[in-house]
């Protein structure tokens, strides 16, 4: 079959012009959803080089959708992870990919489509697996901080502190030590042992009244 049957044109240099400028502009509509900042000329470089590999795609036998599933996710690996990257990726080649790489929509309207598609797919997947994989690593970060490291050996629970005695009061019926006993004699003398009660004595009879002593009458 003719180049001119399958309704394609081998790359010149005025296709090498059509892919650097659709390149160009996919950068330029991509380049600020980066969620790292990055240079566009370095986007555009790399993208320069997935326009190449949706080429050979395209114009492959047997036909894979699997260089688009590809290209999906290496936008994520690149940063470019919003939403908006996708939709704008999406519309810009559905307009212009065939176009600017001298295509007829005719021949290759559904390889596109399945090619887009699949873009769409392996982008979502590798977002899905990188915000898992985040969560995972988030996870871990706080049982490491809310277990800490293992102990080394189970101790028991602390002893509470002793309660201080109260001091010792002396009794009351006998005197302090600093002080001395009512029958004992100060240093030097003679201890006084057995004084009297002072008053009458309990043998002594009373006195009469009126005077010392009485009178006979």
Avoid: C
Wanted: avoid cysteine; glycine fraction near 6%.
């Amino acid at each position: 079959m003719s180049t001119g049957d399958q309704g394609w044109r081998r790359s010149t240099a005025e296709d090498r012009t059509l892919k650097s400028q659709l390149a160009r502009d996919w950068a330029q509509a991509v380049a600020s959803l980066a969620y790292r900042p990055t240079a566009r000329a370095e986007i555009e470089l790399y993208l320069r080089s997935h326009l190449e590999t949706l080429h050979d795609a395209l114009l492959a036998q047997p036909f894979s959708a699997e260089p688009g599933r590809q290209i999906g996710a290496s936008l994520v690996r690149i940063h470019l992870t919003k939403p908006e990257t996708v939709e704008q990726t999406l519309v810009l080649l559905a307009d212009r990919l065939l176009t600017d790489l001298g295509l007829d929509t005719y021949t290759f309207q559904h390889q596109l489509n399945r090619l887009l598609g699949a873009l769409a797919q392996g982008f979502t997947r590798a977002l899905r697996d990188r915000a898992l994989s985040d969560l995972e690593q988030v996870w871990a970060a706080a049982l490491a901080v809310n277990l800490g490291p293992p102990p080394i050996a189970a101790a028991g629970p602390p002893e509470p502190p002793a309660t201080p005695s109260p001091p010792a009061t002396p009794p009351t019926d006998q005197p302090a030590a600093d002080q001395p006993a009512a029958d004992q004699a100060p240093a030097g003398q003679p201890p006084v042992r057995g004084l009297p009660p002072i008053g009458p004595s309990p043998d002594e009879p009373p006195a009469a009244p009126g005077g010392m002593g009485s009178s006979s009458p």
